[in-house]
């Protein structure tokens, strides 16, 4: 029994450092829980096999989980909230927004505004369809009008992937120099294209929301992961600069 109350005052301590928030606090509850749940089965079935790497990761949580949950109670997003999924909501469009830009509209875009730590949309195509990520650049060189993903790697300014990524792309997905590989197609989720897109409105919120499309309708809804959720909470929704541009 002195177990399962120092676990309880271990729970409630995680969950109410948080008085400022007031009346919210049962909300805030919520989205902690949600999101604790999810990331620790995350990690549990892809989490790091190093065992330094992986306490590490479990010791960021808590710090991570309230950062997110403040941020989702009081925002200034165009989204609505899920607290008992700890996600974010918006109707879903009948097809993924921003799949057929303006090569030269992204291009201009992101030699403008391409910067350590912008966070950007990533559309990702798979066997079953469609989805949008966020990543974040971590490297830009405007001599190459190219830029660096933290997850997804090397593209250029008009949104495709740079040559050797694209390679490595092609090559995990069963696309090798003499053609297809049939057995990867048992993989449904193996990706078969990767393309920047310029942030707008309705592609960043259906990032944020998770939607996914299938071929012919719309697809369920994927969690977001911890990485994922904390990117969110950086997006300038004004006009999707770093803040303090433009």
């Not at 948080?18 to 999810?38: D, K, M, N, V």
Request: charged letters at 20%; aromatic letters at 8%.
């Amino acid at each position: 029994m002195a177990s399962d109350g120092h676990t309880s005052s271990t729970q409630s301590g995680f969950f109410s450092n948080s008085g400022e928030l007031g009346g919210a606090q049962p909300q805030f509850t919520e989205i902690c829980t949600a999101l604790y749940e999810r990331e620790l089965l995350l990690i549990a079935h892809k989490g790091p096999s190093n065992v330094s790497i992986l306490r590490r990761r479990l010791a960021g949580l808590p710090h991570h989980i309230r950062s997110v949950a403040r941020y989702l109670i009081d925002n200034n997003s165009p989204l609505d909230i899920d607290p008992h999924n700890g996600s974010w909501f918006i109707k879903q469009p009948g097809k993924c927004p921003g799949h057929s830009q303006p090569i030269d509209k992204k291009r201009l875009w992101y030699g403008q505004y391409a910067d350590y730590g912008l966070v950007i949309p990533i559309c990702i195509t798979t066997l079953e369809g469609m989805h949008i990520e966020l990543d974040s650049i971590d490297s830009v060189n405007h001599a190459t009008n190219t830029l660096h993903t933290n997850k997804h790697g090397w593209f250029s300014f008009d949104g495709e992937m740079a040559h050797r990524e694209a390679e490595t792309s092609q090559h995990k997905a069963g696309f090798g120099t003499t053609g297809l590989d049939t057995s990867s197609f048992t993989d449904a989720n193996a990706v078969l294209k990767r393309q920047l897109l310029k942030p707008t409105t309705a592609i960043m919120a259906s990032a944020c929301s998770g939607h996914m499309w299938r071929h012919k309708s719309k697809g369920a809804p994927r969690a977001l992961s911890l990485r994922e959720m904390r990117l969110s909470t950086h997006i300038n929704w004004k006009n999707f600069t770093l803040k303090g541009q433009a």
